[in-house]
């Protein structure tokens, strides 16, 4: 499985960004995915996460109630809809794929995306 992530950039605090992840490979529906980031200086962390059909989520509590993570297997691609974004959520975000649900230890997963780039000015 590839996975290639876009969607990131500069947005100011309070604003919304959608990532997607888009996913190369006929067995990627069977995959749980997740969303980490890393910003500079600190580890990588998890975000989000979406079991293989999509029917169960999960979000670490710093994003709850602003991050919503869904997935198309259809389209083989992941989405992260980011609102009322705040400064300390710049980092780059990565996505992953997983036999592990959730999706939220590094060392566990399969694949990961390159990155993208989400900056949040203040």
């Known amino acids: 499985v590839q996975l290639v992530e876009s969607g990131g950039g500069l947005v100011q605090a309070g604003g919304s960004l959608r990532l997607s992840c888009a996913a190369s490979?006929?067995?990627?529906?069977?995959?749980?995915v997740g969303w980490f980031r890393q910003a500079p200086g600190k580890e990588r962390e998890p975000v989000a996460s979406?079991?293989?059909?999509?029917?169960?989520?999960y979000y670490v509590d710093s994003v709850k109630s602003r991050f919503t993570i869904s997935r198309d297997n259809a389209k083989s691609t992941v989405y992260l809809q980011m609102n009322s974004l705040k400064p300390e959520d710049t980092a780059v975000y990565y996505c992953?794929?997983?036999?592990?649900?959730?999706?939220?230890?590094?060392?566990?997963?399969?694949?990961w995306g390159q990155g993208t780039q989400v900056t949040v000015s203040s």
């Open positions: 490979g006929r067995t990627f529906s069977s995959y749980a």
């Open positions: 979406i079991i293989w059909s999509g029917d169960s989520t």
């Open positions: 992953a794929a997983s036999t592990v649900y959730p999706t939220i230890v590094a060392e566990a997963t399969d694949y």
